[in-house]
T-cell receptor, first 115, second 114 residues
Framework: AQKITQTQPGMFVQEKEAVTLDCTYD???????LFWYKQPSSGEMIFLIYQGSYDQQNATEGRYSLNFQKARKSANLVISASQLGDSAMYFCAMREHSNDYKLSFGAGTTVTVRA | DAMVIQNPRYQVTQFGKPVTLSCSQTLNHNVMYWYQQKSSQAPKLLFHYYDKDFNNEADTPDNFQSRRPNTSFCFLDIRSPGLGDAAMYLCATSRDHGDPHTQYFGPGTRLTVL
């Protein structure tokens, strides 16, 4: 069964606007972590933001915020004030405590920022 | 800056000719990973090292081997590359203690098999 689901294969967003990337996950482990990575066309996977399953507040890192809805098992990434350099593939990933070193990745969402 | 470095960034090899990809890190992380990523797909974990302990994924072909001579370096050996092995190969590191075990990736090596 798919552990991470990203339903949006591609999105267009206007420069300076906000964009929300959807991510839902499936686990029975009460302890887990959720990650978002950005992968530009150059190929490097860049860590953006982390949310722990026990964290009470939504994670934020600069223009990135994670909308964590635990009951719905969703961990959407919000990018505010989009920039042209935000054009990339974005991956949602999960690490379960019971599988400590392994990341389960979603299929990714391609974001294209238009000027 | 502490980082994960991969060499070369681009590698071209011939069908069946062994190739070695290199990864080094200055983060002093004790866990190192190798991923294969094909076009428009998510990365696929091949194996990882926890210190010197090697952990192979069940579906990683025998054609792929790895060596970790010390904490800083890890190598991916492809013994007889096939056309289907053309992909981006990503190295990542993490530390084993304290949350969140974030994996930090290198820039990748793009492998072409002729």
């Amino acid at each position: 069964a798919q552990k991470i689901t990203q339903t949006q294969p591609g999105m267009f967003v206007q420069e300076k606007e906000a964009v929300t990337l959807d991510c839902t996950y499936d686990t029975s482990d009460p302890s887990y972590g959720l990650f978002w990575y950005k992968q530009p066309s150059s190929g490097e996977m860049i860590f953006l933001i982390y949310q722990g399953s026990y964290d009470q507040q939504n994670a934020t890192e600069g223009r990135y915020s994670l909308n964590f809805q635990k009951a719905r098992k969703s961990a959407n990434l919000v990018i505010s004030a989009s920039q042209l350099g935000d054009s990339a593939m974005y991956f949602c990933a999960m690490r379960e405590h019971s599988n400590d070193y392994k990341l389960s990745f979603g299929a990714g969402t391609t974001v294209t920022v238009r000027a | 800056d502490a980082m994960v470095i991969q060499n070369p960034r681009y590698q071209v090899t011939q069908f069946g000719k062994p190739v070695t990809l290199s990864c080094s890190q200055t983060l002093n992380h004790n866990v190192m990973y190798w991923y294969q990523q094909k076009s428009s797909q998510a990365p696929k974990l091949l194996f990882h090292y926890y210190d010197k302990d090697f952990n192979n994924e069940a579906d990683t072909p025998d054609n792929f081997q790895s060596r970790r001579p010390n904490t800083s370096f890890c190598f991916l050996d492809i013994r007889s590359p096939g056309l289907g092995d053309a992909a981006m190969y990503l190295c990542a590191t993490s530390r084993d203690h304290g949350d969140p075990h974030t994996q930090y990736f290198g820039p990748g090596t793009r492998l072409t098999v002729l």
